[in-house]
Nanobody
Framework: QVQLVESGGGLVQAGGSLRLSCAAS????????MGWFRQAPGKEREFVAA????????YYADSVKGRFTVSRDNAENTVWLQMNSLKPEDTAVYYC????????????????????WGQGTQVTVSS
């Protein structure tokens, strides 16, 4: 079992920045690819960013590419999502998720591929 706890959400004006953190505990000795998803009111959960277990591979949704950066430190069991140039349409609950990876270079973009999820952190961007 892996437990994930997100933090760092809040209220920010458009154009501002936030840095989300996802702290993992439990069975963190296994190789886990990590992902960030978000869900706005009345909308389905959508993929935001993913990073492989080794950190060598990352992937972003087109809507956040060039503005968001995902990173990780396996020694600290922490994944971050740096969000810059935020827009009102980025408003959502952000979730981190973990998926077992057979190789250090794998990442996943589908929510169904992730086994463990955090409770989410609210990000609100005002115009």
């Amino acid at each position: 079992q892996v437990q994930l706890v997100e933090s760092g959400g809040g209220l920010v004006q458009a154009g501002g920045s936030l840095r989300l953190s996802c702290a993992a505990s439990g069975r963190t000795s296994s190789n886990y690819a990590m992902g960030w998803f978000r869900q706005a009111p009345g909308k389905e959960r959508e993929f935001v960013a993913a990073i492989s277990w080794s950190g060598s591979s990352t992937y972003y949704a087109d809507s956040v590419k060039g503005r968001f950066t995902v990173s990780r430190d396996n020694a600290e069991n922490t994944v971050w999502l740096q969000m810059n140039s935020l827009k009102p349409e980025d408003t959502a609950v952000y979730y981190c998720a973990a998926a077992f990876a057979f190789s250090g270079g794998y990442y996943y973009t589908g929510a169904y591929e992730y086994t463990y999820w955090g409770q989410g952190t609210q990000v609100t961007v005002s115009s």
